[in-house]
C-alpha cells in the first residue's frame, strides 16, 4: 500500500476525530490517517485549564470566527464563535465541564426516526467513554478514556451562589449526569492530576504510536476527492503546497459544526442555489448542508462585588493570584488546576415544564464577550449567564466564496423565535431572583447587566441582547435524519453519496440541553461500532 493510501481518511482531530483515531486502529486490522488542519497541542498552555481566556485570544489554537452582525445584538457587533484548531480541537480549549444532556435529548433524536440514537441506546457508550473519579455505577463509567474529576480549589463565591439558589426555592443536585439532573451544584469537570483531559489527552495521544495510524498535523483539507458518487479521498494544504491522500473504504469529516459543511460545500456537496452563487460545481444538490445551524444563545446578569475574592485582571487582582502560576507549575495546585466556570445548574423558568429549559453558568467574575472584555473584568464582581437550552431558533452557515481559507459566514438568527426570547427573558429573571437573596448580601453591589431600569420583558431583552453571547455549541449543520433537510442517515452515511460520513457535532438534529463535548465523543464512539461493525 502506497504511503497516501489508507482504509480510512478522518478530516479534523477534534473531540470526535480522536476517539475515531483511536477506535478504529485499536484492532489493528486498518490504516488510519487523520488530517487536522491546526497544531499538535501537547504545549504546557494546552494543558492547564485555568488557561481558558487564553484561547480567546489565540488564532494558533482557535479559528476565531465570527458571527454575523444584527443591528440589535452587540449594538450592531459581531458574536465570537470561537472553535478549537488543532488536536483535541475543542476539547483542547474548552471549559472542561462534563454534561451529557437530558435524556430526552436523545429520545428526541429517535422519535424523530433515528434509529438506535435513544437515551438507552447511547448510556453504554457514555459509559464507555467515561472514567468518572467517583467511580462506575448505573450511569457512569469507570474506566474509560476520558477522566472525570469533580470541581477543586474552587472560588468561596460559589457556595454562596449554592445556598442562594436554595434560597430562592431552587433544587440541589450532586450530579448533574446522574439520576437527578436538574438543579445546582458543583460541575464535574474532564481534568485529571490537574491537567486537561481533551480528547486528544483521552484517545490519541495513547494511539499515536500505532503503526497503522498516521496523524498530519498542519494539513488543512480543502476539497473530498470523488470518483462519481464515491468519495475516494481527501486534498488538503501544508503550507500552501497541495496533497492528497486516498481511501479504501470510508472519508470522514470530523471537522466541526462549520468547518464539515464548509468542506463538503467546498466539494461540491450542499444546497445547487448556494453553491451556484459561490461558483462551485455542483456534485451533489443536498439542501439541509448548513442549515438548521443551533446554539446555545446566551446573556447574564452582572453584579458588582462589595468583596474581592472573586478573579479580576485589575493590577490588584493579579498581584493577588501573582503566585497561582508557581503552584501550578510546581505541584498543579491552585487556582490554575480548575476551569474558571464552577458551579451552576439546570432549572426550569416554569413549573409547567417537564425538564429544565436553561442551564446557568456562574463565574467569580464579570464575564462578558468571551472574556474578552478586560476592562469590565478589571473590577470586582460576579455573573450568572443564562442559556436556552433547547433553541427553536436556527441560523445557517454558508460559504463566502470559494476559497477555502475564507472563514464562512455564520448567520445564527439570534432568538428570532418568540419563545427562545421568552425563555431568556424568564432565565435572566430567575438568574436576578438567585443573586438578590440573602446569601449575597454581603457581595452585591450595583446590578450592570441588565441594570436596574430594565425590568419589563422588552427592557430586559434589549440589554441582554446587547450582552449576547454563546455558550460555544454550534451543532446540527450536517443533520441526522430522513427528511429532504437531513445530510447523514442514522448511520451518519451522507445522503445520495458513497463511502461518506459525517462524525461530529454537526450531526446532532436538535440541540441537547447542555454542553456538547461529551454528547460529541459518544457520537464518535458509536460512529466507530458501526463502521467497524
Ligand atoms: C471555547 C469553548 C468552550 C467550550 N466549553 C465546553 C465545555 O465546558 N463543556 C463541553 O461539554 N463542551 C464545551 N464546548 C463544546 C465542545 O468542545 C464541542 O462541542 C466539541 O469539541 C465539538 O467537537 P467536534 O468534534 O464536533 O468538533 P471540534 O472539536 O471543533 O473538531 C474539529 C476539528 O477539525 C479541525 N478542522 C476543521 N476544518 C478542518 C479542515 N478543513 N482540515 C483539517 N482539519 C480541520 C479543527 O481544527 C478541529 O480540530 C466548548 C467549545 C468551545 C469552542
Excluded at 164 to 174: F, L, S, V
Excluded at 358 to 379: A, C, N
Excluded at 390 to 402: C, E, H, I, N, V
Aim: aromatic residues 8%; contains cysteine; glycine residues 10%.
Amino acid at each position: 500500500m502506497s504511503e497516501n493510501q489508507f482504509d480510512y481518511i478522518i478530516v479534523g482531530g477534534g473531540s470526535a476525530g480522536c476517539v475515531l483515531a483511536n477506535r478504529l486502529t485499536a484492532n489493528g486490522n486498518h490504516r488510519v490517517c487523520l488530517l487536522e488542519a491546526g497544531p499538535s497541542c501537547k504545549s504546557l498552555v494546552v494543558s492547564i485549564p485555568g488557561a481558558f481566556a487564553y484561547f480567546m485570544f489565540s488564532k494558533k489554537y482557535n479559528w476565531m470566527f465570527d458571527s454575523e452582525t444584527k443591528d440589535d445584538i452587540r449594538k450592531g457587533q459581531p458574536v465570537f464563535c470561537p472553535q478549537g484548531r488543532g488536536l483535541g480541537g475543542g476539547s483542547a480549549i474548552n471549559a472542561m465541564i462534563y454534561i451529557r444532556g437530558h435524556r430526552c435529548d436523545y429520545d428526541h433524536w429517535a422519535a424523530l426516526g433515528n434509529s438506535g440514537w435513544g437515551f438507552d441506546d447511547l448510556l453504554p457508550y457514555f459509559k464507555k467513554n467515561e472514567c468518572n473519579e467517583r467511580g462506575g455505577d448505573e450511569f457512569h463509567g469507570g474506566s474509560g478514556p476520558l477522566y472525570v474529576s469533580d470541581c477543586r480549589n474552587y472560588y468561596a463565591i460559589n457556595d454562596h451562589f449554592l445556598k442562594a439558589a436554595e434560597q430562592a426555592g431552587y433544587p440541589a443536585t450532586n450530579d448533574f449526569n446522574g439520576p437527578q439532573h436538574e438543579g445546582v451544584g458543583y460541575y464535574q469537570f474532564t481534568i485529571r492530576d490537574g491537567k486537561r483531559c481533551g480528547a486528544s489527552h483521552a484517545y490519541l495521544y495513547p494511539a499515536m504510536d500505532r503503526k497503522n495510524l498516521e496523524v498530519r498535523c498542519g494539513a488543512q483539507a480543502t476539497r473530498i476527492l470523488f470518483d462519481g458518487k464515491r468519495a475516494t479521498g481527501i486534498e488538503y494544504r501544508v503550507k500552501g503546497k497541495t496533497h492528497s491522500v486516498y481511501a479504501n473504504s470510508e472519508v470522514i469529516v470530523s471537522s466541526g459544526a462549520y468547518n464539515s459543511p464548509k468542506l463538503l460545500m467546498l466539494s461540491g456537496v450542499g444546497e445547487k442555489a448556494h453553491l451556484d452563487e459561490v461558483g462551485i460545481d455542483v456534485l451533489h444538490d443536498l439542501p439541509g448542508v448548513g442549515r438548521n445551524l443551533q446554539e446555545h444563545v446566551d446573556s447574564c446578569v452582572l453584579q458588582e462585588s462589595r468583596k474581592s475574592d472573586g478573579f479580576t485582571v485589575s493590577p490588584i487582582g493579579l498581584l493577588k493570584n501573582a503566585l497561582d502560576p508557581f503552584r501550578y507549575l510546581f505541584r498543579k495546585k491552585g487556582k490554575l488546576e480548575s476551569s474558571i466556570t464552577q458551579a451552576g445548574g439546570f432549572l426550569r423558568t416554569s413549573q409547567d415544564l417537564d425538564v429544565p429549559d436553561v442551564q446557568l453558568h456562574f463565574i467569580p467574575l464579570l464575564y462578558d464577550d468571551s472574556g474578552r472584555d478586560l476592562k469590565l473584568m478589571s473590577k470586582n464582581g460576579y455573573s450568572c449567564h443564562v442559556c436556552v437550552l433547547r433553541p427553536k431558533s436556527s441560523g445557517r452557515m454558508t460559504l463566502r466564496s470559494a476559497d477555502p481559507k475564507a472563514a464562512p459566514r455564520i448567520d445564527l438568527n439570534f432568538l428570532t423565535h418568540a419563545d427562545d426570547r421568552k425563555t431568556l427573558v424568564n432565565g435572566i429573571r430567575l438568574a436576578r431572583k438567585i443573586l438578590a437573596s440573602p446569601s449575597f448580601d454581603d457581595y452585591r453591589g450595583a446590578e450592570l447587566n441588565p441594570g436596574p431600569d430594565a425590568q419589563s420583558d422588552e427592557e430586559i431583552l434589549a440589554k441582554c441582547k446587547e450582552r449576547l453571547g454563546l455558550v460555544y455549541h454550534p451543532v446540527g449543520t450536517c443533520k441526522m435524519g430522513s427528511d429532504e433537510m437531513a445530510v447523514v442517515d442514522d448511520r451518519l452515511k451522507v445522503h445520495g453519496l458513497e463511502g461518506l460520513r459525517v462524525v461530529d457535532a454537526s450531526i446532532m438534529p436538535t440541540l441537547i440541553g447542555g454542553n456538547t463535548n461529551a454528547p460529541t465523543m459518544v457520537i464518535a464512539e458509536k460512529a466507530a461500532d458501526m463502521i467497524l461493525g
